[in-house]
């Protein structure tokens, strides 16, 4: 049975969507986002922006792990740091 994409995060911005889906690729998972054709077209209007970030459902669990590993990190980081 093939594995099917599920969705691991949703984003109101596209730079966001893509950070997460690199950050993800740096630790060998495949990921895709989602509805960024919407968001494009609808930029200036976020509750439009349905961004989702989606992964082989084998690999969900520990994409999740990573990118709230990450979103610690982030939040962890002195004001200074997060302004660069």
Known sequence: MADKLVTIAQFANYIEA????????DYGIEAVVT????ANI????PAL??????TLESQAQRA????ESDKKAVDAAPDDVQEQ
């Open 49 to 54: 922006a349905d961004l989702r970030l989606q």
């Open 18 to 25: 893509e950070l997460a889906k690199q950050l993800l690729g």
């Open 42 to 45: 609808y930029s200036g209007l």
């Open 64 to 67: 999740k792990e990573i990118l």
């Open 35 to 38: 509805g960024q054709n919407v």
